[in-house]
């Protein structure tokens, strides 16, 4: 009887034993007929939201809200840093969008796209980083379009391609000395132009004394590099001169820049005569 009963115990020992294994070692559950993912929202997908994208926002279109949404002010007034962008080929850009009363730089969520394609300029979808190839000729045009927050708002510019040997006047140039007409050394001005622009779409700015985006008057202009003529042209302004002589020359002496029988106008507070050329470093 002894032997019997240890053999029925042992018998009933194993069994039990045997069953525990087979429950300990299953790794899924299912609850209403659906395997478990662990996060308790009965989805499947594991980030807890319950509408099975596994994005997390409980929207159910698989995109993540936006981590940096638009400041929630009634008007904002967004624009890229350099807009009018100039850039020599194989050069890059890292666009970024600002507020422009605020001047505060943002983190959007948006799109960059360039127009046209497959014209020698790329820009990074997610980040904004533009770059242009090698081979893109002086003067292509490119328009870059930032969609902020799928539509909220969206924001233009432009990117102009130019040779640097082909624009030797591009630049922001700061006057030093003025030759006087009818002959007589170079002199010192009182009142020297604080900012002349040149770019290379040709336009023109000029600013006796810059403050912030401040200028006196804009221009157009149009230079020959065979003849080293010049010839400039007020379009509008704040404070528009009326005594501006634009046709002439310019030349170039060491890291300086000449304008030759051109007269950019008198200052609003004028102290010397009118004067029969300008030098800029």
């Given at each position: 009887m002894k032997?019997?009963?240890?053999?029925?115990?042992?018998?009933?020992?194993?069994?039990?034993?045997?069953?525990?294994?087979?429950?300990?070692?299953?790794?899924?559950?299912?609850?209403?007929?659906?395997?478990?993912?662990?996060?308790?929202d009965g989805?499947?997908?594991?980030?807890?939201?319950?509408?099975?994208?596994?994005?997390?926002?409980?929207?159910?279109?698989?995109?993540?809200?936006?981590?940096?949404?638009?400041?929630?002010?009634?008007?904002?007034?967004?624009?890229?840093?350099?807009?009018?962008?100039?850039?020599?080929?194989?050069?890059?850009?890292?666009?970024?969008?600002?507020?422009?009363?605020?001047?505060?730089?943002?983190?959007?969520?948006?799109?960059?796209?360039?127009d046209p394609?497959?014209?020698?300029?790329?820009?990074?979808?997610?980040?904004?980083?533009?770059?242009?190839?090698?081979?893109?000729?002086?003067?292509?045009?490119?328009?870059?379009?930032?969609?902020?927050?799928?539509?909220?708002?969206?924001?233009?510019?432009?990117?102009?391609?130019?040779?640097?040997?082909?624009?030797?006047?591009?630049?922001?140039?700061?006057?030093?000395?003025?030759?006087?007409?009818?002959?007589?050394?170079?002199?010192?001005?009182?009142?020297?132009?604080?900012?002349?622009?040149?770019?290379?779409?040709?336009?023109?700015?000029?600013?006796?004394?810059?403050?912030?985006?401040?200028?006196?008057?804009?221009?157009?202009?149009?230079?020959?590099?065979?003849?080293?003529?010049?010839?400039?042209?007020?379009?509008?302004?704040?404070?528009?001169?009326?005594?501006?002589?634009?046709?002439?020359?310019?030349?170039?002496?060491?890291?300086?820049?000449?304008?030759?029988?051109?007269?950019?106008?008198?200052?609003?507070?004028?102290?010397?005569?009118?004067?029969?050329?300008?030098?800029?470093?």
């Open positions: 032997t019997g009963l240890a053999t029925l115990t042992a018998l009933t020992l194993a069994l039990a034993a045997t069953g525990c294994t087979d429950d300990a070692t299953s790794d899924t559950t299912t609850i209403d007929g659906e395997t478990g993912d662990g996060d308790g989805d499947g997908d594991g980030d807890g939201d319950g509408d099975g994208d596994g994005d997390g926002d409980g929207d159910g279109d698989g995109d993540a809200e936006c981590p940096t949404p638009l400041p929630d002010e009634p008007f904002l007034d967004l624009r890229f840093w350099n807009p009018n962008l100039e850039l020599v080929p194989g050069g890059a850009h890292q666009f970024t969008i600002y507020e422009a009363v605020s001047l505060q730089e943002l983190d959007t969520c948006s799109v960059y796209t360039v394609v497959d014209a020698g300029a790329t820009i990074d979808p997610d980040t904004g980083l533009f770059t242009l190839a090698n081979d893109v000729p002086d003067g292509a045009l490119f328009n870059v379009s930032a969609d902020i927050q799928d539509g909220l708002a969206t924001v233009n510019g432009t990117v102009l391609a130019y040779l640097p040997e082909l624009h030797p006047l591009k630049g922001d140039w700061t006057e030093v000395a003025r030759i006087p007409c009818g002959g007589g050394p170079e002199f010192v001005p009182s009142d020297p132009i604080g900012e002349l622009v040149f770019t290379a779409g040709g336009e023109a700015r000029v600013t006796w004394e810059p403050f912030e985006v401040y200028v006196d008057y804009w221009a157009t202009y149009a230079h020959d590099l065979d003849t080293s003529a010049l010839s400039l042209t007020p379009t509008g302004g704040n404070y528009l001169p009326d005594d501006v002589q634009g046709e002439g020359s310019f030349s170039f002496e060491g890291e300086q820049l000449v304008l030759h029988d051109i007269w950019l106008g008198s200052s609003q507070a004028p102290v010397e005569p009118t004067a029969c050329g300008h030098r800029f470093e």
